[in-house]
Nanobody
Framework: LVQLVESGGGSVQSGGSLSLSCEYS???????MGWFRQVPGKEREGVAS???????LYADAVKGRFTISQDSGKMTLYLQMNSLKDEDTAMYYC???????????????????WGQGTQVTVFS
């Protein structure tokens, strides 16, 4: 059973930083994982993705401010978020692709396993 559990969300002032973690189990790291976010009434959007074979991909809106990383020994995916803006406010989800897929992508359709999400609120 694959399980993804996010943590690290919270409220932060604009310009501040937060670090999200996603602990996973029952999953091999020889694939791609990613972070997504969603606000009520809008579609879930990709934020950052990385593959164990190499490569990272960021949405234009977060490029230069967010960093995705992984510690396979701790079975944890991270998202370091700096210079946060009000528009970064959303529920953030960790996701993993099925074992048969290796695609560096920010499209939700490539991902099979999802966490429950952690809320990030940025205020001015």
């Amino acid at each position: 059973l694959v399980q993804l559990v996010e943590s690290g969300g919270g409220s932060v002032q604009s310009g501040g930083s937060l670090s999200l973690s996603c602990e996973y189990s029952g999953y091999t790291t020889d694939n791609c994982m990613g972070w997504f976010r969603q606000v009520p009434g809008k579609e879930r959007e990709g934020v950052a993705s990385m593959c164990s074979v190499g490569g990272t991909l960021y949405a234009d809106a977060v490029k230069g401010r967010f960093t995705i990383s992984q510690d396979s020994g701790k079975m944890t995916l991270y998202l370091q978020m700096n210079s946060l803006k009000d528009e970064d406010t959303a529920m953030y989800y960790c996701a993993a692709q099925p074992e048969s897929t290796v695609a560096l992508s920010l499209k939700t359709s490539w991902y099979k396993y999802w966490g429950q999400g952690t809320q990030v609120t940025v205020f001015s």
